[in-house]
């Protein structure tokens, strides 16, 4: 009786062994900054679906993947949960002038400024409503020799309205270099995307630029909200 | 017992006697050697059979997961490449291009394998030089079609030219991806190959004719990612070593690949249009509707069928359960997924204007971009039938879709949004009813399903476009209600693409050839029973495939080579048209058309990204990744 006592005890010991945690720690460093223009030190206006891609590669991997994170619609960023290690950061298909990757150090949240040259700066933003239409004027500055291929005035119920995410664009294509004496106006009729643009709501409208250059992006004033 | 032990021990002796056989050199019984299989010719055909089941082809049983999707309980839902596409809506789903949608990878290399292991014997056969020139000529025509499919997907692949053999290095198996101008350039020399090889029979195989018409498609394509290219840029490591891309000035050379093929195959006289010279619109609209139904009446147009002779799990098909009109359902729960879309319908041109798009105009103020809906302030164009809006439009429209009131199966086919009250209100897409006079008018034409086909969503069974669906199914037996069950075969390869692709490729390069390619498209306008001979451009060049080609699975890949996906779908609507029955003119029975957007879907967006599809494995394959994945 002693004797399976004892195997009992020793059976029951042995099944509450168990291995320490050999998890690894969970992601608790960071990166989080602003794209930022080298001439004003305004931050540069973004599209957070369909935009600028932060693409990041970690250190010590091989074959490495490529990840990216994407930017808030102000022109800033913030990715919390990353492995303190060496990461390649470089900018990717943006609405400024390519940065070269540059390797950095992540530890802690740690934070990284892009200084960048917008392709375009959209000046003197005017966004009004007259009965059902919308008029934005404004005036554009390139810093880039390109054609500026179209602009556009940008309209959806959520405030993080731009070219690839809206509800209804009303574009004009100009295939050719900006005038920056040239006052732009684009005009929307809402009544015209009534099934679409809700009234009794409000709606965000913004004033885009794309330069015709590879996998470029708009470039946008901020968006303005307007009830309609 | 002594007697027992001495047997025991006589029998333990013996064993003890007995050999081994030469095992490790025996054959193996129960696999058949090369040369067994390929000097009987009933052996060639079983391998080959093998072979082309594995082919690419995009035919009914081609869906978002891959090729052959007709096995035991199919079950996709019934979403098809065209409803990727401006062509069709799914009545319920209102998915887009997924990362993972449209893969043929590791079945792309096994079918590689396997022709490379029979194109590795084929000098050792004991067959005749003939013989071994069509198995060459053949084996050459499966890989050049392999090549094209994993080359439209991913751009450059590797490229293995040769069976590999293990001999216990695996690293040593693994190929580096080519660029994709060596990928698109040996898979037209795997063309010539074939060409030069194969003889001119005409059967289910490939023969020199089939072998010139997938040259024609692949050099069309790798001329039209060559020019077009850079309305979509891309970067990336893939795009920096060559992997993707080609560069614009190849573009003229894959033309005129694309143009000497062509010329070739129609300059053989080998094929031609079926029934060209139709009486009537009508005659026009049902010869068409009779090709596809059986291509095996069309022995003059179809250069390669795929048989889907027999019902049952991987052999037959499920369009006609599927895509057919819900009156007709026969008891099939899932019926009306595949709806045409009112974008598709402006396209088909009308007899009184030729060469022009007309989109179909439903109100006086001729606006046809208003999508808002139903609005009284609107004076909309009255019509005594569902169908006289369309009449008028080329013949194809009619044997492509089935229109609201039209018969399918000697059924009329009742497609109905809604009506409009004798007090000038509205009940659209809201199943009810109304007694005027003594007469009860439903909002769907019907009082339940299925006695109507549109707009109910009911099991999404109805078509929420106003259209229905008609190419390819079989209008002369009642559907099947069960998986498999539809026996029609596909056209891989018809005279007629052939004529397109010979006149796109002469639009498109400013060849010398213009008058051909004139004549080659009016020839098909001409059997679509358009008289009047019109000029040829590049825009009139695409009308006329999107509406001779719809719902072949082309359009996709017309969208991808020449690069308009991106624009043609950014926030994308794809459109109805709502037939509304117009109570206010009682007791005549009038109708009325709105021009909507999808009832039920959201805008789409093509990723350019998508433009190649993403590799996988790369992990143990170690190949470079395409752009963005």
């Not at chain 1, 303190?84 to 740690?110: C, H, M, S, W």
Request: hydrophobic share 40%; proline share 6%.
């Amino acid at each position: 009786m002693n004797k399976i006592k004892l195997m009992l005890l020793i059976a029951g010991m042995i099944s509450l062994v168990s291995c320490s945690k050999d998890n690894y720690d969970a992601p608790n460093a960071g990166l989080h900054g602003s794209f930022i223009d080298d001439a004003t030190n305004e931050l540069v206006q973004q599209d957070i679906i369909g935009g600028t891609q932060i693409e990041f590669i970690e250190h010590g991997y091989d074959p490495f993947e490529i990840q990216t994170m994407i930017v808030k619609t102000d022109g800033t960023y913030a990715n919390s949960l990353m492995f303190a290690n060496t990461y390649t950061i470089q900018p990717k298909r943006g609405n400024f002038v390519e940065l070269a990757p540059q390797d950095l150090q992540v530890n802690g949240q740690t934070q990284l400024d892009f200084r960048v040259v917008p392709y375009i700066r959209v000046l003197q933003p005017s966004i009004t409503i007259a009965g059902t239409i919308v008029t934005a004027t404004f005036k554009l500055q390139q810093t880039v020799v390109n054609n500026v291929r179209k602009i556009g005035l940008y309209v959806h119920s959520d405030s993080r309205v731009g070219e690839p995410m809206r509800l209804v664009a009303s574009e004009q294509n100009l295939n050719a270099p900006s005038d920056p004496n040239t006052t732009y106006t684009l005009t929307m009729d809402v009544a015209a995307s009534s099934s679409i643009l809700k009234t009794g709501k409000n709606h965000y409208f913004r004033i885009g630029a794309l330069i015709d250059a590879g996998e470029a992006k708009p470039n946008y004033a901020p968006a303005v909200m307007i009830p309609l | 017992m002594k007697i027992n032990h001495l047997k025991i021990a006589i029998l333990v002796s013996a064993l003890f006697f007995t050999g081994c056989k030469k095992v490790l050199d025996l054959q193996p019984t129960d696999k058949l050697q090369a040369n067994a299989i390929f000097s009987d010719p009933e052996g060639v055909k079983i391998f080959m059979a093998n072979l082309y089941y594995q082919l690419p082809i995009e035919d009914f049983a081609f869906f978002r997961g891959g090729f052959n999707q007709n096995g035991p309980g199919p079950n996709n839902g019934g979403f098809a490449a065209a409803m990727v596409t401006d062509e069709a809506v799914h009545s319920e789903f209102g998915d887009f291009i997924g990362d993972g949608d449209f893969q043929w990878w590791d079945q792309g290399y096994k079918l590689l394998r396997d022709v490379n292991l029979l194109l590795d014997v084929v000098p050792e056969l004991s067959i005749t030089d003939d013989e071994k020139k069509a198995l060459v000529g053949e084996g050459s025509f499966i890989k050049a079609f392999a090549y094209f499919a994993l080359a439209k997907r991913y751009g450059g692949v590797p490229l293995i030219k040769v069976s590999q053999e293990y001999t216990g290095d695996a690293e040593a198996l693994k190929v580096p991806r080519s660029t994709e101008k060596e990928t698109w350039d040996y898979t037209i020399e795997l063309c010539d190959l074939a060409i030069a090889n194969l003889g001119t029979t005409k059967s289910r195989r490939a023969s020199k004719y089939t072998a010139l018409a997938l040259k024609s498609r692949v050099a069309l394509y790798a001329a039209s990612l060559a020019k077009f290219g850079p309305l979509a840029p891309m970067s990336g490591a893939a795009v920096s070593a060559n992997l993707v891309g080609l560069a614009p000035g190849d573009a003229a050379g894959y033309y005129q690949a694309c143009i000497t093929a062509s010329k070739e195959l129609i300059s053989s006289n080998a094929y031609s249009l079926f029934r060209p010279n139709p009486a009537t619109p009508q005659e026009a609209a049902e010869n068409y509707r009779v090709l596809f139904e059986n291509p095996n009446n069309a022995p003059e147009e179809a250069i390669l069928i795929k048989g889907f002779s027999l019902p049952g799990d991987n052999q037959g098909h499920n369009y006609d359960i599927w895509y057919g009109p819900a009156q007709n359902a026969n008891s099939w729960p899932h019926p009306g997924r595949m709806n045409p879309t009112l974008d598709l319908v402006d396209q088909y041109e009308t007899y009184a204007s030729p060469g022009t798009i007309n989109p179909v105009i439903t109100s006086t103020d001729n606006n046809i971009s208003d999508y808002n809906g139903y609005s009284a302030a609107r004076t909309y164009l009255t019509f005594d039938n569902p169908t006289q809006i369309f009449e008028g439009r080329d013949a194809r429209l009619w044997g492509t879709a089935v229109l609201p009131g039209s018969l399918w199966k000697s059924v009329p086919i009742i497609i109905q949004a809604g009506y409009v009250k004798p007090d000038g209100s509205t009940t659209i897409r809201t199943k009810e009813q109304i007694v005027v006079g003594g007469v009860t008018y439903h909002t769907y034409g019907g009082p339940e399903p299925p006695t109507y086909s549109g707009f109910d969503t009911y099991g999404g069974n109805n078509t929420r476009t106003g259209f229905g669906f008609k190419k390819f199914l079989n209008q002369n037996a009642p559907v099947i209600p069960g998986w498999n069950q539809s026996t029609n075969d596909f056209i891989e390869f018809r005279y007629a693409e052939v004529l397109l692709n010979f006149a796109e490729a002469v639009v498109e390069s400013g060849s010398a050839d213009i008058a051909e390619a004139t004549a080659a498209i009016n020839a098909i306008r001409r059997r679509a029973g358009h008289l009047t001979t019109i000029a040829i451009t590049p825009e009139l060049v695409q009308r006329e495939r999107k509406v001779e080609l719809a719902f072949e699975n082309k359009r996709m890949w017309d969208l991808m080579r020449r690069r308009e996906y991106h624009t043609e779908f950014n926030n994308r609507f794809k459109h109805s048209l709502l037939p509304l029955l117009d109570l206010r003119q009682l007791p005549a029975v009038k109708y009325i058309f709105v021009r909507v957007n999808v009832p039920n879907s959201n805008s789409v967006t093509f990723q350019p990204k998508s433009y190649y599809r993403s590799i996988p494995g790369i992990g143990t394959n170690g190949l470079v990744q395409n752009p963005q994945y």
